[in-house]
């Protein structure tokens, strides 16, 4: 029997990225705006399932994936490192060769490579809900000054 040309050239169902429930319930997530949402998605995207802490996205490369300019993911990378959703392992730097090597990754809702559990930091995350405090100079007293007045007028 001759089989069918489908089965034959069959490479495999298409890649997804799965985003629990649970991550989604997270007060974390759940006031994140979709800038930082849609760099998750793509740090998700990149994880094969045996690389969490190997993670290769430059800011130039993630810029590319989501259309945007590349200072625009700047802050979403720190957004996503603030509430607890990814780790930076290996910070960018010159290769020997003077050729630039980008960031390295780990997504904290998995267990990484080399056998560290996953931190879910995100899970504890709160919005502040308070004020920020003012810095800078205190709030100074107002001195008010009396004129001295003579006790006989003349």
Do not use: C
């Amino acid at each position: 029997m001759v089989r069918k040309p489908y089965k034959h050239h069959k490479k495999g169902v298409g890649r997804h990225v799965q985003l629990l429930e649970w991550l989604q319930a997270t007060e974390a997530w759940a006031t994140m705006p979709p800038g930082p949402r849609a760099l998750y998605v793509e740090l998700r995207r990149r994880y094969n399932g045996s690389n969490n802490g190997n993670i290769i996205l430059s800011h130039r490369d993630a810029a590319k994936a989501l259309n945007v300019h590349r200072n625009t993911v700047g802050p979403w990378f720190d957004i996503l490192q603030e509430r607890g959703f990814i780790r930076l392992t290996q910070a960018p730097h010159l290769g020997p060769s003077g050729i630039g090597k980008a960031s390295i990754w780990a997504l904290e809702e998995l267990p990484t490579t080399n056998g560290k559990p996953a931190g879910v930091a995100f899970v504890k995350w709160r919005e502040n809900k308070t004020p920020a405090q003012k810095t800078g100079r205190p709030d100074t007293n107002i001195v008010t000054l009396r004129s001295k007045t003579g006790s006989g007028g003349g």
